[in-house]
């Protein structure tokens, strides 16, 4: 599956800013999908994920409550919607996919087989 991320840019701190991803090659419902992302110096970290079907969601403490996932196995697209932003959500922004068993929503970035290409969130304070 190829997956090409976008949505990303310029936002003030407080202001909202949406992700897609789409999926091309494979239907998208084979796959749980994640958000990660990479904050320059550090490491790649998990944001959100969503099962299959999108019946399990899974959320990094520090975006519970502002950011949430979603998918439409129809159009091949995951979304990420970021609300509330900050300036410490300023990083690249990747979208992954895996082959796992529906309710299973992988948190580390090694469960995962697939990446896009990254789209850059930058919050200004």
């Known amino acids: 599956v190829q997956l090409q991320a976008s949505g990303g840019g310029l936002v003030q701190a407080g202001g909202f800013l949406r992700l897609s991803c789409a999926a091309s090659?494979?239907?998208?419902?084979?796959?749980?999908m994640g958000w990660f992302r990479q904050a320059p110096g550090k490491e790649r970290e998990f944001v959100a994920g969503?099962?299959?079907?999108?019946?399990?969601?899974s959320y990094a403490d520090s975006v519970k409550g502002r950011f949430y996932i979603s998918r439409d196995n129809a159009k091949n697209t995951v979304f990420l919607q970021m609300n509330s932003l900050k300036p410490e959500d300023t990083a690249v922004y990747y979208c992954?996919?895996?082959?796992?068993?529906?309710?299973?929503?992988?948190?580390?970035?090694?469960?995962?087989?697939?990446w896009g290409q990254g789209t850059l969130v930058t919050v200004s304070s």
């Open positions: 090659g494979h239907t998208l419902s084979n796959y749980a």
């Open positions: 992954a996919a895996d082959i796992v068993p529906d309710s299973v929503v992988p948190q580390p970035a090694s469960g995962y087989d697939y």
């Open positions: 969503i099962s299959r079907s999108g019946g399990s969601r």
